[in-house]
């Protein structure tokens, strides 16, 4: 991906970040990669910060699923170690650099193992300036979290001493003199000299001749005394470049320079902010490298052989027709890629068909588009059709979906394609169903070579459809009434609006978002209930067919779902709860 992309998001609570002159070290972040940059030192080791309500996430440009290095296989984990080791070897002369050595430091706190991520050999770092808030402000303790959590990949984590983050420069320690070779020449000392002639017995001083002790007594404790002053002010100097100062309002220079930094501080926090915007514009959407723009579609592309094409098109409001054949040839002539380009670049999401002239999908995924830059396309089309969007759900004041909203947005192609075969709907879904996640997930499509010329702003041939198995593990209402569904059926970001669908190939819900769960090294997939669809569906006047009943299939993997009678017209979708407000969107 060549847009950063969410990692995991940390829970502040019980941990506390570090400060350098008075910032949290993750303000500085920008600051940190500029300078490693200019050093030659590996700046993408350090995930990119963004600071919310309570929570930190953390971002970067690599491929791949996130795991946490504890959680590795013994062959990959020794591979991510080696090269986290080249990595720490590369920063280790910058711990004494007198300009980035006092943030670096600081920045090489790590709450635990945890927050070291692979992806795809790659090793980003997060939760990095972090530490246990019990000892946050004791120097000993966190040189200690730090070789505890890093030592382990650098010899020079690991001797760091309990000083390592309190001083500003931590040269190692000079080599202590070595005794003369056994073999040195002794010098003899010269003889002593005569003893004078006899003289008759001056009288004694006090002290019995030392009265020259006591100034040296004196002297010697006034240079202790004034060791020990010298001592406690370097420690307190010590103490202080880790916490917070105080500006006098009469210190003119301290003033200027206050407001210097929090002038740095806002821009950066505004950068962060307008990145956050562009990342919520497409949560779980592909955005690959390539042009701002899609060529038109070839005229006609060869269509691959089925061995079960369906017979007729079929247009808004007619119940699907009867599909003999596999789920999975179901779902090939049933789910669709959306391609799509914009400001932010090529991206690509799914959806299915609910008419053979219209395409259900998330709104997150056309929501940043160029109207005139949507295309649907699948194998079993043969081709890319340009689609209209209708309608789609939006979040406060006409912008993005926002969390716990709903997320969807209805496609309108020219004419019905004789390749597709809708879906019927069914809110009969319960915990342990056995259910299929179709669509186009960036991690496997990637390779091929339609995606490759999608990157270079050409319409190719469409990639192979992918589908995983899993199971519904529990159904969730949010405060909205938005139900959701996590289940096990594997996706990732490409996979956002596709069907979730039972072992009859009716649609229960629409993936929609993955929740990273770090503390256990978990990916939550979540699709919206199609209850939550229904009453949508019927704002905008669109008859689905809705199926209630429990799914029966006469044979493991293929639709034995109970059809209308022939004459019987399309049910209309029934509401099942309060319609969310026209401005909703969605989880992410």
Not at 20 to 32: E, K, S, Y
Not at 318 to 332: K, M
Not at 477 to 490: F, K, Q, T, Y
Request: charged share 15%; net charge neutral.
């Amino acid at each position: 991906m060549a847009a950063p992309r969410l990692l995991l998001k940390t829970d502040l609570a019980g941990l506390q970040p570090l400060l350098l002159r008075g910032q949290p070290v993750q303000a500085l972040h920008q600051r940190l990669t500029d300078q490693l940059t200019a050093r030659g030192a590996p700046a993408a080791l350090f995930a990119e910060p963004i600071t919310g309500a309570g929570a930190i996430s953390w971002y970067g440009e690599a491929a791949g699923e996130p795991q946490p290095l504890p959680t590795l296989s013994s062959a990959r984990r020794a591979e991510a170690e080696a090269a986290l080791a080249r990595q720490l070897q590369a920063l280790e002369p910058l711990l004494d650099d007198a300009e980035i050595g006092p943030l670096l430091r600081r920045a090489l706190v790590l709450p635990n193992a945890d927050s070291i991520l692979v992806l795809d050999g790659q090793i980003i770092l997060t939760g990095w300036g972090l530490a246990p808030r019990e000892i946050a402000e004791d120097p000993a303790a966190l040189a200690a979290q730090l070789r505890r959590v890093l030592g382990p990949y650098s010899q020079r984590l690991a001797s760091a001493p309990d000083g390592f983050l309190s001083g500003t420069a931590m040269a190692a320690p000079a080599p202590a003199p070595t005794a003369a070779p056994p073999t040195a020449a002794v010098r003899t000392p010269p003889p002593p000299p005569p003893p004078p002639p006899a003289m008759a017995p001056a009288p004694r001083a006090p002290f019995g001749g030392a009265a020259w002790l006591l100034p040296l007594l004196a002297l010697v404790a006034l240079i202790f005394l004034a060791l020990g002053f010298w001592l406690a002010w370097a420690q307190m100097q010590s103490d202080l470049a880790g916490q917070q100062q105080t500006v006098s309002i009469v210190d003119d220079a301290a003033t200027r320079n206050a407001i210097r930094l929090q002038r740095e501080t806002n821009e950066a926090l505004e950068r962060d902010l307008e990145r956050m915007r562009r990342l919520a514009a497409t949560p779980n959407v592909c955005t690959p490298e390539g042009p701002l723009g899609l060529n038109p579609p070839p005229e006609r592309q060869p269509v691959r052989p089925e061995a079960v094409p369906p017979a007729i098109p079929q247009r808004q409001g007619e119940a699907p027709r009867p599909f003999s054949g596999s789920l999975a040839q179901l779902l090939e002539h049933a789910t669709v890629m959306i391609a799509s380009a914009g400001p932010s670049g090529i991206g690509h999401g799914s959806g299915f068909f609910i008419a053979g002239d219209l395409v259900l999908t998330n709104a997150h995924v056309v929501q940043q588009a160029d109207p005139n830059q949507i295309f649907v396309m699948s194998r079993a089309m043969g081709r890319a059709v340009k689609a209209q969007l209708v309608s789609m759900t939006r979040g406060a004041g006409g912008g993005p979906v926002e969390p716990g909203m709903l997320d969807v947005a209805l496609l309108r192609l020219p004419e019905a394609v004789s390749g597709a075969q809708p879906l019927a709907l069914t809110p009969t879904a319960d915990k342990l169903l056995d259910v299929v996640a179709a669509g186009y997930p960036a991690s496997v499509v990637q390779v091929e070579q339609g995606m490759q010329e999608l990157q270079q702003g050409r319409l190719g041939t469409p990639p192979e459809l992918v589908l995983t198995r899993g199971s519904i593990s529990t159904i969730q209402r949010l405060e909205n009434g938005l139900v959701v569904m996590p289940h096990s059926a594997d996706i990732s970001p490409g996979n956002s609006g596709g069907p979730l669908v039972d072992t009859c190939g009716r649609v229960v819900g629409i993936n929609t978002f993955v929740s990273f769960a770090t503390q256990v090294a978990d990916r939550v997939k979540y699709a919206q209930k199609t209850e939550s669809l229904l009453p949508w569906l019927q704002q905008q006047n669109i008859p689905v067919t809705v199926q209630t009943e429990a799914c029966q299939p006469v044979v493991p993997g293929l639709p034995a779902t109970p059809q209308p009678p022939a004459n019987a017209p399309a049910t209309p979708a029934a509401p099942a709860t309060p319609a969310p407000p026209a401005g909703a969107g969605a989880p992410r």
